[in-house]
T-cell receptor, first 112, second 114 residues
């Protein structure tokens, strides 16, 4: 069974640009979660989507947004990029809401 | 109240020794406590998890001990091996109340020396 996949692996942008990160959950999983892993800050919860709806949001500004598509894949958009947005962005999926979260390999975003 | 505090930040253990990583939390609504293992360049992988109605859970060389009254839980890695060298994260979530949101500790970088 294929795991959670994310694309691209690496993304380099300049300050002020927009970044789009993509995630495909494990087949059959309906919940998708996004986390930011910045150096020295650990893993921070960003967003949770379930059945196409945003269910919960972490303490991040509105320029971090996303959506979940009918096939349960998800997209994270970061607008007006700032230098401190440089981080590893991890996507996770779970079969049900109250279930184990399985992580993808992440997208490394670098903002210059 | 939403924090999970993890210690130590880094740990060096000899091959065959016991690695112990500790976590503490404040929010009594937390009801699911997973541990994740992360190798460089990879996403975190679930290692073992526990619910607060159990004081200990063992899977192979990995054991979680849970102290509900003290709001602490720990990971013990018995017979540590060089292949266990990775970063370990404890986490907590009010799984059955809010779902979704995992609160992670800061991570422990474990190095097992041969």
């Amino acid at each position: 069974e294929a795991g959670v996949t994310q694309s691209p692996t690496h993304l380099i942008k300049t300050r002020g640009q927009q970044a789009t990160l993509r995630c495909s959950p494990i087949s059959g999983h309906t919940s998708v979660y996004w986390y930011q892993q910045a150096l020295g800050l650990g893993l921070q919860f960003l967003l949770w989507y379930d059945e196409g709806e945003e269910r919960n949001r972490g303490n991040f500004p509105p320029r971090f947004s996303g959506r979940q598509f009918p096939n349960y894949s998800s997209e994270l958009n970061v607008n007006a990029l700032e230098l401190e947005d440089s981080a590893l962005y991890l996507c996770a999926s779970s079969l049900e809401v109250i279930d184990t979260q399985y992580f993808g390999p992440g997208t490394r975003l670098t903002v210059l | 109240q939403q924090q999970v505090k993890q210690s130590p930040q880094s740990l060096i253990v000899q091959k065959g020794g016991i690695s112990i990583i500790n976590c503490a939390y404040e929010n009594t609504a937390f009801d699911y406590f997973p541990w994740y293992q992360q190798f460089p360049g990879k996403g975190p992988a679930l290692l073992i998890a526990i619910r607060p109605d159990v004081s200990e859970k063992k899977e192979g060389r990995f054991t979680i001990s849970f102290n509900k009254s003290a709001k602490q839980f720990s990971l013990h890695i018995m017979d540590s091996q060089p292949g266990d060298s990775a970063t370990y994260f404890c986490a907590a979530t009010p799984l059955y109340n809010q779902g979704g949101k995992l609160i992670f500790g800061q991570g422990t970088e474990l190095s097992v020396k041969p």
